[in-house]
C-alpha cells in the first residue's frame, strides 16, 4: 500500500513558488525531464511541442473569485473567467498580504483552471445537497462549492493532513458562510457514512504536471515511478470514499496533471470496477477546453497553451442507483445549553434558523436544517469547525469570535463597528494595539465596510483580539 504521504500533495488550488527568484526560459527547459517530453509525446504528440513552450517560456496568470455573499466588488479593468461568472483575471499579481479585503473574505485567489468546479456544481446541483470535498486544503474548491451550491447545502470539507486542515478551516471561516463543516480525516473513515453525501468531490492529490509552470518543485520531483505511486494512492481514496456517495450521487474526480494513468485510466477503474455513469457537462466550444485522451468518454482537460491558466483535469460520473442506507451514529456528547448568554442569538441575522450551543468555552450557532448531518458527523469523524462560532466565554463576558466578523450571518447592527482607514487596518492585522473614537467595549473594525475582526476598546487604547494564528508577520 501507498501511503498518502509518499503521494505528492498537489492541489491545483494551491500552489507556491518554492524559489523565491523567478526562473529563466532557460532554466526551466532544461529542468523538464526528458522521461517527461517524453510521456507528453505519447499521450499527445500534437500538443507536446506546443505545451513544453508554454511551461517554459511563459508566466502563471493571475486570477480572484469574488465573494459574492459578502458584496465582492469587480477588480477594475479585470477580464471575467469564462467558465466562472465571479472569477476575473488580473493583470499583474499584487501583494494579496497587504490587502485587507483578502483577510476579509472578500475574494479568494484560485488559479482560473480550477475555478471549473462552479461550473459543474451549478450545471449539476438543482437542489440543496449534502456536499463532500475530500482533499479540500486549502480551501479553493471549498469555497467555489460554498458559492455555487443551491441554498440550504451542507458542504463537508475534509483533510487529512493536520496543519493542512488548519489552513482549511482559516480559509473556510473567511469565507463566512455558516453551512460549512472542517473534519480531519483519512478517507476511509469518512467511508463509514455509507450513503451520506450526494456529491463528492475528489480533488485527488497527483504528481503535479499541471503546475510545473508555478513550481518548480513539481519539475524537480516529477519522475514515473512517482506517477505510479500516486495513480495507486487515487485509486485506494476512491475505494475508500465509494461507499460514502449515495445511489444515484455524483462523483467528481480532478487531478492537476496530464498523464492517462491519473486521469483517464483512474475514470475508465471507476466505469470498471464500481459500475459509474460517466456525466457530460455542457461547455462552450470557445473555452479551449480540451477532450479526453484515448476514449471518448466526457473529461475535461485544462492546458496552458489553450486555456488562460494552469494544468487541471476533471471528470464526473453517476453512482448506479440501488438501495438507500442512512448512516447511523452513536449517541453524541450532549452540549450544555443553560450556560448561553442572554441576548447573544441577536448576533445573528435570523437567529430562529440556528440551534445553539456551548462546546467547551465557546458558543456556537449551527442551521437547524443540518441537525440531522451533523450529529452524525460530530459522533463519527474528527470535526474541527462547523456552523459558526459566536463566542467565548470568559467569566462573566462572552467574547465575539473571529468567524462572527467573518460570518454572513452576522448581525450588523448588534454592536458597535467602526470605519478604518488602510495603515489602521493593517496595523490590526499585524496584531499591533491601536486607537480610535468608538464606544467602549467590544468593536467591530470594518475596512471598506467589510468587517475584518474584533477589539476591545478601553478608551485610551484597543486591544487587539486578532488571532496569532493569523496575524501577517512580513512588513
Known sequence: MVKWWRCAIFASDNVVAAS????????????????????????MPGEKEALCRCIAETEPSVSVRVNEAKGGKVPEGAARVPWCPCGYYLDERPYFTLDPMLHAGMYYVQ????????????????RPVRYLD??????????AALQALPAGS???????????????????????????????????????????????????????EGMMRKDAEAVAQWSPALVMQCAQRQREILHDIWPALRPGGLLIYSTCTYNRQENEEMVEHLINEYGAQPVAVPIAENWGIAPAIGNDQPCYRFMPHRTRGEGLFMAVVRKPNGSRQTPKSKKGASSKTNAIPRGIEEWLCYPKEYDLSVQGDDVVANPKQHSEALTILRAMLNVIYSGLTLGTLKGKNCVPHHSLALSTALNRTALPHCEVDIDTALRYLHGEAITFDAPRGYVLLTYHDAPIGWVNNLGNRANNLYPKPLRIIKN
Open 154 to 208: 451542507l458542504v463537508v470539507a475534509n483533510e487529512i493532513v493536520p496543519n493542512r486542515a488548519r489552513a482549511l478551516m482559516d480559509n473556510v471561516m473567511r469565507w463566512g458562510s455558516p453551512h460549512a463543516v472542517v473534519t480531519c480525516n483519512a478517507p476511509a473513515q469518512i467511508g463509514r457514512l455509507t450513503h451520506m453525501f450526494d456529491i463528492v468531490a475528489t480533488d485527488v492529490p497527483c504528481s503535479g
Open 20 to 43: 523565491a527568484k523567478p526562473r529563466t526560459t532557460k532554466q526551466k527547459e532544461m529542468e523538464l525531464k526528458q522521461e517527461f517530453k517524453e510521456m507528453l509525446g505519447r499521450v
Open 134 to 143: 475530500l482533499c479540500a486544503a486549502p480551501g479553493g474548491k471549498t469555497t
Open 111 to 126: 488559479d482560473a483552471s480550477s475555478m471549473f468546479i462552479h461550473h459543474v456544481i451549478q450545471q449539476l446541483a438543482d
